[in-house]
């Protein structure tokens, strides 16, 4: 049983370039969050996909979008890349919108430059 | 709003020895808690969760947390430490099953042989 699985691992763009990154969720799940962990800090929430549909975002500018498709998996779009851009980001599934037991994915660590 | 404060960014212990990690909490609402931890290029994962049932909560790997209401607080223990516990450990608040997660800035548990 395949966990939740994030693509590309690494990552290294210029400013002003974007980026998609990938996700597939855990089997059986059918929700996708998405968090960003700058260095030394906590995974911060960017938002959560359930039903193909933007259920909830933090407080990251429209820069940061996303997709969900019917096979429950997301994407991560980021426009216009800031060197404070760079980070790790993680990937996250769960069961029907909830939140109480995420299963994270390695991440994608996205260098700026 | 809600958040955690983790009291200490950096804890070293002996092999052995008994681990406290120190978490105080802020929520507008009876909080849902969690330790997440996470391992040097792995995914975080979920050590153990309060969600309102006993406040002496159990966890994976000997960890256990309790919740004390009056003081806000929700600190990790382990009677005895083992080398495999190095890693990062971050307290995270939730208002409802289905808001977002919000982290702590991290514990580094360091274990000394």
């Known amino acids: 049983d395949a966990g939740v699985t994030q693509s590309p691992t690494h990552l290294i763009k210029t400013r002003g370039q974007q980026v998609t990154l990938r996700c597939s969720p855990k089997?059986?799940?059918?929700?996708v969050s998405w968090y960003q962990q700058a260095l030394g800090q906590g995974p911060q929430f960017i938002f959560q996909y359930y039903e193909e549909e933007e259920r909830q975002r933090g407080n990251f500018p429209d820069r940061f979008s996303g997709h969900q498709f019917p096979n429950y998996s997301s994407e991560l779009n980021v426009n216009a890349l800031l060197l404070g851009d760079s980070a790790l980001y993680l990937c996250a599934s769960s069961s029907r919108g909830y939140n109480e037991k995420l299963f994270f994915g390695s991440g994608t660590q996205l260098s700026v430059l | 709003a809600q958040s955690v404060t983790q009291l200490d960014s950096h804890v070293s212990v002996s092999e052995g020895t008994p681990v406290l990690l120190r978490c105080n909490y802020s929520?507008?609402?009876?909080?849902?808690l969690f330790w997440y931890v996470q391992h040097p290029n792995k995914g975080l994962q979920l050590l153990l969760k309060y969600t309102s049932a006993a406040t002496l909560v159990k966890g994976i790997n000997g960890f256990e947390a309790e919740f004390k209401k009056s003081e806000t607080s929700f600190h990790l223990t382990k009677p005895s430490a083992h080398m495999s516990d190095a890693a990062e450990y971050f307290c995270?608040?939730?208002?409802?099953?289905?808001?977002?997660?919000?982290f702590g800035t991290g514990t580094r548990l360091t274990i000394i042989p």
């Open positions: 929520s507008s609402y009876s909080p849902s």
């Open positions: 089997s059986g799940h059918d929700t």
């Open positions: 995270v608040v939730s208002n409802f099953g289905n808001e977002k997660l919000t």
